[in-house]
């Protein structure tokens, strides 16, 4: 069954600003890791975090994990126009299937 | 961009046809999954692999079915078309090795009328 939630559902915001989407779980887990998803595309891997870190940049990118709440943020800085896409969390708990999100839908407005 | 293929990319077809979506991956990964998702909207794993002769389903029940005779390659098949199962299907593949994450192919896009 699912266990990531993504909140918001979708975030429109103007090129320049920041984005911040959060994700929460239910279960323990070695890792979060966020995609991303271009319209009618495939998702791409951009970050993964293990259950002992607390933060990670790369590039714009920072991503966040509080295993005591069970939740991750995902921010984006500095948005452009091309950030436009889906963005998904999904938690892996060990030797079964990744399991993901419902996903942010972000629009970035030029 | 990863390698992992997906054949055919858009699919419109008549209710009742049997169907069979490729998806290959050229990287030696053992572990490959399906996907179904609405667009924009949760995935929603369909069946997985851990590897030769290895098939599971995943959460969403569904009327296809999958085959691993070989690590390169996930045929997923729908032995009759419904336009219910009008959706995106998504292939992924993980491998051991430094990269601790999923490789997504493309989607093939169906559309059953």
């Known amino acids: 069954s699912q266990q990531g939630e993504e909140d918001p559902q979708a975030l429109s915001i103007q090129e320049g600003e920041n984005a911040t989407m959060n994700c929460s779980y239910k279960t323990s887990i070695n890792n979060l890791q966020w995609y991303r998803q271009n319209s009618g595309r495939g998702l791409v891997h951009l970050i993964l975090i293990r259950s002992n870190e607390r933060e990670k940049h790369s590039g714009r990118l920072r991503v966040t994990l509080d295993t005591s709440k069970k939740s991750s943020s995902l921010l984006i800085t500095a948005s452009r126009a091309a950030d436009t896409a889906s963005y998904f969390c999904?938690?892996?708990?060990?030797?079964?299937?990744?399991?993901f999100g419902k996903g942010t839908r972000l629009s970035v407005i030029a | 961009e990863a390698d992992i293929y997906q054949t055919p990319r858009y699919l419109v077809i008549g209710t009742g046809k049997k169907i069979t979506l490729e998806c290959s991956q050229t990287m030696g990964h053992d572990k490959m999954y399906w996907y179904q998702q609405d667009p924009g909207m949760e995935l929603h794993l369909i069946h997985y692999?851990?590897?030769?002769?290895?098939?599971e389903k995943g959460d969403l029940s569904s009327e296809s079915t999958v085959s691993r005779i070989r690590t390169e390659h996930f045929p997923l098949t729908l032995e009759s078309a419904r336009p219910s199962h009008t959706s995106q299907y998504l292939c992924a593949s993980w491998g051991q090795g430094a990269r601790e994450t999923q490789y997504f192919g493309p989607g093939t896009r169906l559309l059953v009328l």
């Open positions: 692999s851990y590897g030769v002769n290895s098939t």
């Open positions: 999904a938690t892996d708990a060990g030797n079964t299937p990744l399991v």
